[in-house]
């Protein structure tokens, strides 16, 4: 059940290019047997909306799947998403007709609470390359930083990066409509090289990449226990790449998940602002451990993170940084 969870929490990152967060809804327990019988229950976090998902392997009865959204909504104050394996083409039409959100994870998606219409993946690609998704950029990044030779492959790539296989071939389909990669087909592999001299493709991508943070916490009563082994991120980062001095407040980078689980230790506490703040959480877009350069954010995704800082000694650490950088 738990690789239905992250197959379904990437499938809804990837294609609604927003963060998503999955965890068991405990009040499932008080439900009817029918439907605790039937259904895995998720509470998801899309955006800053909730939404109980409904995992069943079965395809759903329409007029049993609207009964049962109903029958929730005496529990559950929001929108109400079916999710299954597959569905066939009327069972679709049906549920679309009765305003039924549902989710076939790495096929289709109808979520009208968040204004998404039917989405399928078809055969033909659409051309996305005003921005990278953050599974683009960091395989992307990787293959700035070891050179990938033609024998890449997305599977291979995938456990590496944390992603999924199919995460990983969509990865590399938008790496290829950017023209940053060159892809070819050994039997039923995808492999894939750089398109040209990293240096040129690091300049030539910057219009498409994006900062890594998606949003920063600062935290007291973090116990040292709980802060070693956190990369440095931010200005603790930069510190150990130039001659900018340490911040006042460390900085480290965490996924959504672990800052969460941070979060959840007993005596820690958020505030509002850095003043009284004990550590700074970058909370990134992608796991910056599998870019990392020891217990530091890898120098790539830092650049990202503070390219737009108006500090003239912040601009001149990173262009000494930079200058450390081996293509």
Do not use: C
């Not at 950017?178 to 492999?191: F, P, Q, W, Y």
Request: charged share 25%.
């Amino acid at each position: 059940m738990q690789h239905n969870i992250k197959s379904l929490e990437t499938y809804l990152r990837e294609t609604l290019h927003a963060p998503v967060q999955l965890e068991r809804w405990r009040q499932a327990a008080t439900l009817p047997a029918y439907l605790t019988g039937q259904y895995d229950f998720f509470d998801g976090t899309v955006g800053d909306i909730h939404i109980l998902f409904l995992h069943s392997a079965e395809e759903p009865v329409p007029n049993a799947a609207k009964k049962h959204e109903r029958t929730l909504q005496q529990n559950w104050n929001g929108p109400v998403a079916f999710v299954f394996e597959r569905i066939t083409p009327r069972t679709r039409q049906r549920m679309v007709s009765e305003g039924l959100s549902f989710v076939v994870p790495d096929s289709q998606i109808y979520l009208p609470a968040l204004g998404v219409n039917l989405r399928e993946r078809y055969r033909t690609r659409v051309q996305t390359t005003d921005r990278l998704r953050p599974s683009a950029q960091v395989l992307f990044l990787h293959a700035l930083a070891n050179r990938s030779p033609a024998s890449s492959t997305p599977s291979r790539l995938a456990r590496r990066l944390g992603y999924t296989p199919m995460a990983m071939g969509q990865a590399l389909n938008q790496l290829e409509d950017a023209k940053l990669v060159n892809v070819h087909k050994e039997g039923r592999e995808r492999r894939f090289e750089l398109a040209g001299e990293p240096a040129d493709l690091w300049h030539q991508a910057q219009p498409l990449l994006a900062s890594p943070i998606s949003r920063r916490r600062y935290l007291s009563g973090v116990t040292p226990s709980a802060h070693k082994g956190l990369a440095a991120a931010g200005l603790s980062a930069l510190a150990t790449y130039s001659a900018l001095a340490e911040p006042a407040v460390p900085v480290v980078a965490l996924d959504r998940v672990k800052a969460k689980s941070l979060l959840e230790v007993r005596g820690v506490q958020e505030l509002p602002t850095a003043d009284e703040a004990e550590l700074a959480v970058e909370v990134w877009s992608y796991e910056p451990g599998v870019l990392s350069e020891g217990a530091t954010v890898d120098r790539l995704s830092l650049y990202l993170s503070l390219r737009d800082d108006t500090d003239e000694r912040v601009q001149s650490a990173l262009d000494e940084m930079m200058r450390g950088v081996t293509w």
